[in-house]
């Protein structure tokens, strides 16, 4: 069973959260986002239905960044799951988690799954266990440029 948002926060910025935006209103969902000062006069700020500065005495990357500070602003307002976009925060595991923890779904794979998949070699042996195709390749990292040219003839 999905489960039911009514209330996303974008932890993400610029044409990445009015694209969110613009998808959680066609699904009817009620939308926040997080601003950092330089961002006050953004696009991205006013299609929320809510704003939010955070990080107001950090750098802009600083603020994005800072999940204590994201997880503790979505409990405050209300937010039911969080979108992270792509990039940074869509690929952290502990933010995942944190969205767990926290009660808040997370949009996109658990912090299991992201840890799992930051590893090439591992994702690689784990779809294979799966029985995805996969590509031809090693079996894990390759030690020097002979074994890389004899793997590469290998596969032609």
């Known amino acids: 069973m999905a489960q039911q948002f009514s209330k996303v926060l974008a932890a993400n910025r610029g044409e990445i959260a009015i694209r969110i935006f613009r998808a959680c209103h066609d699904l009817g969902l009620h ?5 950092s000062n330089e961002d006050t006069n953004s ?3 006013i299609k929320a239905d809510e704003a939010y500065l955070i ?3 950090q750098s ?3 603020a994005y960044l800072d999940i204590p500070a994201i ?3 979505a409990k405050r307002r209300g937010v039911t799951a969080i979108h992270p976009g792509y990039g940074f925060l869509s690929e952290n595991a502990d933010f995942a988690r944190a969205c767990e923890e926290a009660g808040i779904a997370f949009i996109g794979p658990s912090g299991d799954v992201i840890r799992a998949m930051g590893n090439k070699a591992a994702a690689r042996r784990l779809m ?3 029985g995805v ?3 031809p390749g090693s079996d894990g990292a390759v030690a020097t440029a002979e074994e890389a040219k004899a793997l590469a ?3 032609g």
């Open 71 to 73: 997880i503790d602003l």
């Open 153 to 155: 003839d290998s596969i």
């Open 31 to 35: 939308t926040v986002a997080m601003y």
């Open 43 to 45: 696009m991205f700020r």
């Open 60 to 62: 802009p990357l600083g």
């Open 128 to 130: 294979q266990q799966a």
């Open 55 to 57: 990080g107001e005495n």
């Open 133 to 135: 195709p996969v590509v």
